[in-house]
């Protein structure tokens, strides 16, 4: 499935709509409440004076008409929005919705809305059982029948409970966990906590590189020219890193003077990316928090500085490609193996995505130990203060072998990562045995 989708299945009243939309706001895709589709169905068929028992006039009608699912919806054309919470269609609705045929075709309706708006929030019975039963991820709300029924005042608990009972047990697709839905008790949650657990649930999945963010979409070419604007901005943040952190360049390593490169120093710090442009004179581009690019002005002046955006909690695959076509271009790209900061002296383990890019794009990786800079400007201190940092550039390493037919096994990048780990682990080492010689 190459588009992101969550399925939300649930009884009646358990929060789906509400933490799908809340959800989709998070995430910037469109919900679709399949209840409405059966509830629009029972609507034309009322409307048709078609007894909702009859099945293959049913299943005829469900076959025949034309369903619009938007703001409004509409069954060929005609608006019954304002129909679909009736007593009557309350009513019907589960016979309906226990139609075989009825099932099939609005299955095939749902999978097709969801293809054509590029994935979706869908809630229902059955999404993650039938429809997608490969979805991303899978929530099943739960709630007590009190809290359910005081959710949907207007059908009062009654109804709900005969609802739940027919969908629950219903001869086709009845309301079912799937045995990889993540249960959620909405009861004594707010709708915040029930939005939150899912999210982390997400970013914890593998899928979670295809979430939209506000930096998605942003035109990224990489311009490899030093602007002079650029060059004014490096300057500035050069002399404002001079007087403070005075660094020290040691070790073998060297930024190639052409082609493509990725500096891979130890994260400690907020200010070590800064420390790449002591490493060569060739403009550096690098990742940065995607929330940045809400700020529409300050998200074009990184872009002059070398930026691109990344999604904060997940391996972001449309940043990776921005990576790929800075390489590509011939570029240098700040990475840090390391992923998100961390603390100490250990460099205890390091992700692929360094590693990946070389392999694709044959870049060399120099592996960079900084010493001070955590120190310098700690994790939650708001200002840096001065000291001395000394970075150590061990030697680059190349890019992984490729088989004949010009892959890179994954054992080849496995090994690869793991000497770029230890290459770190000693350039960290020899950057901080500088550091306490020069003392
Ligand atoms: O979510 P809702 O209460 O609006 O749903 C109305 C009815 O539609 C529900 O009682 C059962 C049926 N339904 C279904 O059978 N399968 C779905 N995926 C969604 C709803």
Not at 156 to 179: F, W
Request: aromatic fraction near 6%.
């Amino acid at each position: 499935m190459k588009h992101l989708v969550i399925a939300i299945d649930g009884l009646a009243g358990s929060g789906k709509s509400t933490t799908g939309q809340v959800l989709a706001r998070h995430l910037g895709l469109k919900t679709l409440d399949t209840g409405a589709t059966y509830r629009a169905i029972t609507a034309a068929v009322l409307n048709a004076d078609i007894d909702p028992h009859d099945e293959d006039a049913v299943a005829a009608l469900a076959a025949r008409v034309h369903l619009e699912v938007d703001n409004q919806v509409s069954v060929d054309g005609h608006d019954v929005s304002d129909q679909l919470r009736s007593e009557a269609v309350n009513h019907a609705v589960s016979v309906v919705a226990a139609n075989a045929r009825v099932r099939s075709i609005l299955v095939n309706w749902q999978r097709a809305w969801v293809e054509s708006h590029g994935g979706g929030i869908v809630e229902g019975r059955d999404i993650g059982t039938v429809v997608f039963p490969d979805a991303d991820l899978k929530l099943y709300l739960t709630a007590d029948l009190e809290a359910r029924g005081a959710r949907r005042p207007e059908e009062g608990e009654a109804s709900v409970e005969r609802r739940d009972h027919l969908d629950s047990n219903r001869q086709v697709s009845p309301l079912k966990q799937a045995d990889d839905a993540m249960v959620i008790d909405t009861t004594q949650r707010t709708v915040q906590e029930t939005v939150d657990e899912a999210l982390r649930a997400l970013a914890a999945s593998a899928k979670s590189e295809k979430i939209a963010a506000p930096g998605r979409g942003i035109h990224f070419e990489p311009d490899l020219h030093s602007s002079g604007f650029y060059r004014f901005c490096r300057a500035l943040v050069y002399s404002f890193m001079w007087v403070l952190f005075r660094p020290k360049v040691t070790g073998p390593g060297r930024v190639p003077l052409t082609g493509p490169a990725i500096i891979a120093p130890v994260h400690r710090s907020a200010v070590d990316f800064g420390f790449s442009i002591f490493l060569t004179k060739r403009k550096v581009f690098f990742m940065a928090k995607d929330q940045i690019w809400k700020y529409k002005l300050l998200g074009k002046l990184l872009i002059v500085l070398g930026a691109f955006p990344v999604h904060r909690e997940s391996a972001d695959r449309s940043a990776l490609d921005h990576a790929e076509s800075v390489l590509q271009a011939g570029g240098v790209l700040v990475m840090f193996p390391e992923g998100t900061r961390q603390f100490g002296p250990e460099v205890t383990s390091i992700m692929e995505g360094a590693t990946f890019l070389a392999a694709r794009t044959d870049a060399v990786v120099v592996p960079v130990g900084i010493d001070g800079s955590e120190t310098a400007w700690p994790k939650g201190q708001k200002l840096p203060r001065p000291h001395r940092v000394v970075l150590y550039a061990g030697e680059a390493l190349s890019p992984p072998e490729r088989t004949a037919k010009g892959r890179v096994s994954r054992s080849a990048l496995r090994v690869m990562t793991e000497s770029l780990r230890q290459s770190l682990q000693v350039s960290l080492e020899q950057a901080s045995a500088s550091a306490r010689a020069t003392k």
